[in-house]
């Protein structure tokens, strides 16, 4: 025990010095493991959320051959990560995506790709807090109004507040929860559908019905594919937390892999298990059957069975809020620490038990008034809220963008876990991917919505992006603080 005991101080050790290297210190309490980093991810992605919340959609887009787009999403989003390991794995500081950036590029990249990755945190938390409530009316076999949304989306979130404020520990406990919840029910369920409610053959994975064959069959595939760019992001949150976690430079980009793996595996299986179980195929392609996984549900498990499945995707719809919360909070406090966003002196505070309380507050009350917008303008908070992956991409790219132009630059990745020869390959397919799920994410669809709903993606991202610009040109918040920036390309 003494020599395990010193095993792990001279780990801590280490990390302390390599966060000194880097030109910080923290209060921030190192406990999280690499099972409960992972979880972190885990929860974050949450497969079950991302399939339950829009197979229906998917469906009507592509048919049951949709189910191969959660299979090319993940390879593409895999090369995302892979570059995300590399960073950091060098630069291994809490809040992700903006001190990535500011090492990469420079305070300026960094200030928008932060500004757009935040915007993007706290709307997918209404989004996730919102999607819920339906699920809590369904538990009830209540009908719900949009006030009666918005106030079960405001608990939710007041909730997953306190828990996040009681500490890592506590975080890190109920992650795990949520993941071994979560991914036990994927498993049990999908299976059971499998086994014994079979409805389909495994040919109608290669239907393609009525939207066409071969190369005709590619716009149908495309709108598709929608659905599972909703399931692959989540990964890096395992390095929000990286100075709550011993040894992140090789745990972090582990936990972000298992994530990516375990995760893109259990929302395979999920949509397989739904897809093959569907009643009547026809009907929920057209949108006859406007809800066929509740269809499905209640077809194979009866009414109490249904409501154990909807306890379940609640469990999978908290944890996704607690994660989510968590990471939007370490970006602030990253933020904060380098004087880069206006309250800096408050969100930049750790509370007595270690987080970033006020952080951690904020993270809930912006979140809160988006969701209790919904009851006031329905269709625009639909809008907005839709901007929440179209950000996490945007944001996503900014680093892979910005980790090819330090490669050119000469950054050579010196972390504990490089890509070595497969570098440059990997971090072009990343872009090239990234940037076609942007595009396919922003392209309008529906001619029939109003402009608004239509171009929702792009209008909110181009409004995000101008207050951002302005806020930058105005305050220059860039020009703040002394940590080092760009320090990833040699000087």
């Known amino acids: 025990m003494t020599t395990m005991n010193a095993m792990t101080d001279s780990h801590l050790d280490a990390d302390t010095a390599q966060l000194k290297a880097l030109g910080y210190s923290s209060d921030f309490e190192r406990s999280m493991s690499l099972s409960e980093n992972f979880s972190l991810g885990f929860t974050y992605l949450s497969p079950v959320v991302g399939v339950y919340s829009v197979f229906a959609v998917a469906l009507a887009a592509g048919g049951p051959a949709m189910f191969w787009t959660y299979l090319l999403v993940g390879l593409g989003q895999l090369m995302v990560c892979l570059v995300f390991g590399e960073v950091v794995a060098q ?14 590029v420079g305070t300026r990249w960094a ?15 209404a989004a996730v807090a919102v999607g819920g409530a339906p699920f809590v009316a369904q538990l009830l076999n209540i009908e719900l109004g949009n006030g009666a949304i918005a106030g079960i989306a405001v608990v939710a979130i007041c909730c997953t507040t306190v828990l996040n404020l009681s500490g890592t520990r506590l975080l890190a406990r109920v992650a795990m929860f949520g993941f071994i919840c979560e991914l036990l029910g994927a498993i049990a369920v999908g299976a059971y559908l499998l086994f014994f409610a079979r409805r389909q053959d495994l040919s109608v994975l290669f239907n393609t019905y009525h939207f066409g064959r071969g190369v005709d069959y590619l716009p149908a595939l495309l709108a598709a594919s929608v659905g599972a760019t909703f399931c692959y992001y989540g990964f890096e949150a395992c390095g929000d ?23 893109g595996a259990a929302a395979m299986l999920v949509c397989l298990a739904l897809l093959l179980a569907v009643p009547d195929m026809q009907a929920a392609i057209s ?20 409501r154990i499945v909807i306890g379940i995707v609640l469990v999978s719809f908290f944890s996704c809020l607690l994660s989510l919360q968590a990471a939007a909070s370490r ?21 007595g038990n270690n987080v970033p309380s006020r952080a951690l507050v904020l993270a809930g009350l912006i ?29 996503f790219q900014m680093i892979v963008l910005g980790a090819l132009y330090a490669r050119w630059k000469g950054w050579k990745p010196s972390g504990k876990f ?5 570098a440059w390959p990997v971090n072009t397919f990343a872009l090239v991917f990234g940037i076609g799920a942007i595009v396919n994410l922003a392209w309008p669809r529906s001619p029939n919505d109003p402009w608004f709903l239509n171009f929702g993606m792009a209008l909110t991202l181009s409004i995000v ?22 320090d990833a390309i040699p000087r």
């Open 91 to 104: 630069f291994p500081i809490s809040g992700g995506l903006y001190p990535w950036a500011r090492r990469l």
């Open 111 to 125: 200030w928008m790709a932060g500004w757009i990755y935040l915007w993007a945190l706290w709307t997918s938390i």
């Open 241 to 263: 937390v990286a100075e709550e976690t011993p040894n992140p430079g090789q745990t972090i980009p582990r936990a972000m892999r298992m994530t990516v793996y375990v995760g």
């Open 287 to 306: 949108g006859q059957d406007a809800d066929p996984v509740t269809t499905v549900l209640k077809t194979a498990l009866g009414d109490t069975g249904y």
């Open 331 to 351: 970006l602030l406090f990253s933020y904060a620490r380098d004087d880069m966003i206006v309250g800096s002196a408050a969100l930049k505070q750790l509370s």
């Open 367 to 395: 979140p809160m008034g988006i969701a209790v917008m919904g009851y006031f303008m329905e269709n625009a908070i639909k809008t907005i809220i839709m901007f929440g992956s179209m950000g996490i991409y945007v944001g």
């Open 418 to 422: 490089t890509l070595g020869a497969w």
């Open 465 to 486: 992006l101008a207050l951002g610009l302005t806020y930058m040109l105005v305050a220059k918040p860039h020009g703040r603080g002394n940590a080092p920036s760009g």
